[in-house]
T-cell receptor
Framework: DTGVSQDPRHKITKRGQNVTFRCDPISEHNRLYWYRQTLGQGPEFLTYFQNEAQLEKSRLLSDRFSAERPKGSFSTLEIQRTEQGDSAMYLC??????????????FGEGSRLTVL | GDSVTQMEGPVTLSEEAFLTINCTYTATGYPSLFWYVQYPGEGLQLLLKATKADDKGSNKGFEATYRKETTSFHLEKGSVQVSDSAVYFCASLYSGAGSYQLTFGKGTKLSVIP
């Protein structure tokens, strides 16, 4: 049973560099979500895909952030010109159509970003 | 906007003690409510949920009742075990406008000592 996998698990970068995270959802899930979690806080919603369509974006997702899900399977989250305030855990989650409505998301272990 | 407030941690209990983690919400309309748990080194996972007022969610000995009158969804367990040590997140979901954004509380870290 493969769950949601994220790569890399930890990324250290210098301010101003670009970083990209990948998420592979549970194979039969058509919905995919990105959340961000900073220290001492709960996860905050960033964006949501249904298949390849990006249906919802948070205002937290500035112009430096872009997410894609080109074939409706894996997704990437790119952060351009990273800032120290981008340091956080980036969580990916997936759900099927039915469970997404009821709020049961399946989360990966996250990708931790440290911007120096 | 919607928000979830849960009791500050950390909480340290002895094994077999009674657990309550308070959670209150503010929301437009009537959201669904959830408790998610994050065990050390693992991803968040759904612990229990309730989708309407007076519903009780339960799982692994944990319970929470959706109280509309007090806008609360407190998590309880009668006898905690060391294996319950984790971070617990209360969350709400209002999908009335086609949104699927879960709103999380800050999390409460529970440590259970033998």
């Amino acid at each position: 049973d493969t769950g949601v996998s994220q790569d890399p698990r930890h990324k250290i970068t210098k301010r101003g560099q670009n970083v990209t995270f990948r998420c592979d959802p549970i194979s039969e899930h058509n919905r995919l979500y990105w959340y961000r979690q900073t220290l001492g806080q709960g996860p905050e919603f960033l964006t949501y895909f249904q298949n390849e369509a990006q249906l919802e974006k948070s205002r937290l997702l500035s112009d430096r952030f872009s997410a894609e899900r080109p074939k409706g399977s894996f997704s990437t989250l790119e952060i351009q010109r990273t800032e120290q305030g981008d340091s956080a855990m980036y969580l990916c989650a997936s759900s099927s159509t039915g469970t997404g409505v009821t709020g049961e998301l399946f989360f990966g272990e996250g990708s931790r970003l440290t911007v120096l | 906007g919607d928000s979830v407030t849960q009791m500050e941690g950390p909480v340290t209990l002895s094994e077999e003690a009674f657990l309550t983690i308070n959670c209150t919400y503010t929301a437009t309309g009537y959201p669904s409510l959830f408790w998610y748990v994050q065990y050390p080194g693992e991803g968040l996972q759904l612990l229990l949920k309730a989708t309407k007022a007076d519903d009780k969610g339960s799982n692994k000995g944990f319970e929470a009742t959706y109280r509309k009158e007090t806008t609360s969804f407190h998590l309880e367990k009668g006898s905690v075990q060391v294996s319950d040590s984790a971070v617990y997140f209360c969350a709400s979901l209002y999908s009335g406008a086609g949104s699927y954004q879960l709103t999380f509380g800050k999390g409460t870290k529970l440590s259970v000592i033998p």
